[in-house]
């Protein structure tokens, strides 16, 4: 099953000079648990925006990039390359984690999309696209809001009605 996994300002905002507006103990704290052990996807700038741009621990990490090889991924250069890959794996659980084009490009992949909204907004340069107005997609769960850092998030879930297959 292939996620996209995700948090979004009210604008569905969800980054800014390439790292995320907000810091989110309890999103963070989702995201680990419910990523690890798992494969996770994502593009380049995402790989380097983690601390000292290593890889996450406990993960397979896929890395979409035409440059910077670290021998802790699987790099791929080429969406179609990066496609073929995930095809391989799909019987495992794979998340999407980033960056805005890697989204766009794999969301009509994904079986799901786990969104923390943030009821702020951070004055995003990055986006993901607005699943509210995606006929596409159907949001199946919302919890009730949480106190995150002084912000108010939620966490929900959409899913896609009209998955491509890989």
């Not at 790989?47 to 802790?72: A, C, M, T, W, Y």
């Not at 919302?142 to 890989?166: A, C, H, M, V, W």
Request: overall charge negative.
């Amino acid at each position: 099953m292939i996620r996209a996994i995700v948090h979004a300002d009210k604008e569905w905002g969800i980054g800014k000079g390439n790292d995320m507006m907000f810091s989110l103990p309890k999103d963070m704290k989702f995201f680990r648990e419910t990523t690890v052990g798992h494969t996770v996807v994502m593009g380049g700038n995402t790989l380097r925006s983690f601390p000292n741009q290593k890889p996450l621990k406990n993960r397979v990490n896929i890395v979409l990039s035409r440059g910077h090889v670290q021998d802790e991924c699987i790099f791929v250069r080429s969406f179609d390359e990066l496609k073929a890959e995930l095809k391989k794996r799909e019987t495992e659980e794979i998340y999407i984690i980033g960056g805005g084009e890697i989204y766009k490009e794999l969301l009509p992949y994904c079986h799901e999309a786990l969104v923390t909204k943030v009821d702020a907004v951070g004055g995003a340069e990055v986006f993901f696209p607005n699943l509210d107005e995606n006929a596409n997609f159907t949001c199946v769960y919302q919890s009730e809001p949480i106190d995150d850092n002084g912000l108010t998030i939620r966490f929900t879930t959409y899913r896609n009605d009209k998955r491509i297959p890989l």
